[in-house]
């Protein structure tokens, strides 16, 4: 079965500090990959996405995901987090047969 | 300047009626989607639509239908309101799709439907 998981429902770092939202999937066929950041009460906004190519991949705001074949991943990092970060981010897949899977989602939290 | 809106963005409701959602998109965009996202934050789509297809996804109850008057709108129609059917529905827009989702989908504000 084709799935997305988000490992961590809540993530907490402190102001300038490493972020890593890990991404996961299972699928048969190859995936496009997408990270998403919501801020409250706002729709969501592509960060990222990963179709073809370097599996690097540079976003907005300083965010970069890295396609991992091997493991199937697809981990969000930023090296230093700001204030302005805190948001709801999902990772998402698109498995190539017009069916999009959102994970649950991962609730950035950044301390001063 | 909103490149996709929706109308309202807040809706109560009573259990068994009728009621419509508008979504606008001027990004001159072709395919329009909307999406429900429930209470613990899972986001799934409901329907993707350009000008020559529909496309639903199957656990949608028939409950749902999209309209779409022009390329611009797809508004969302539920009948029968149900308790579970309370979520945030958000629209959104890319370019052409070719069933990939590979082109960069913009979305609405959302609109917070509470049924009481």
């Known amino acids: 079965a084709q799935s997305v998981t988000q490992l961590g429902s809540h993530v907490s770092v402190s102001e300038g500090a490493l972020v890593l939202l890990r991404c996961n999937y299972s699928?048969?066929?190859?995936?496009?990959l997408f990270w998403y950041v919501q801020y409250p009460n706002q729709g969501l906004q592509l960060l990222l996405k990963?179709?073809?190519?370097?599996?690097l991949v540079k976003g907005i705001n300083g965010f970069e995901a890295e396609f991992k074949k091997s493991e199937t991943s697809f981990h969000l990092t930023k090296p230093s987090a700001h204030m302005s970060d805190a948001a709801e981010y999902f990772c998402?897949?698109?498995?190539?047969?017009?069916?999009?899977?959102f994970g649950a989602g991962t609730r950035l939290t950044v301390k001063p | 300047d909103t490149a996709v809106s929706q109308t309202p963005k807040y809706l109560v409701t009573q259990m068994g009626n009728d009621k419509s959602i508008k979504c606008e998109q001027n990004?001159?965009?072709?395919?329009m989607y909307w999406y429900k996202q429930d209470s613990k934050k899972f986001l799934k789509i409901m329907f993707s639509?350009?000008?020559?297809?529909?496309?639903i996804n199957e656990t949608v109850p028939n409950r749902f239908s999209p309209k779409s008057p022009d390329k611009a709108h797809l508004n969302l129609h539920i009948n029968s309101l149900e308790l579970g059917d309370s979520a945030v529905y958000f629209c959104?827009?890319?370019?052409?799709?070719?069933?990939?989702?590979?082109?960069?989908?913009?979305f609405g504000p959302g609109t917070r439907l509470l049924v009481l």
């Open positions: 998402a897949v698109s498995f190539n047969n017009n069916d999009m899977r």
């Open positions: 990004l001159g965009h072709d395919t």
């Open positions: 639509y350009n000008n020559k297809e529909l496309i």
């Open positions: 959104a827009s890319s370019k052409r799709e070719n069933r990939n989702f590979q082109e960069t989908q913009y």
């Open positions: 699928s048969s066929v190859p995936p496009y």
């Open positions: 990963y179709t073809t190519g370097a599996t």
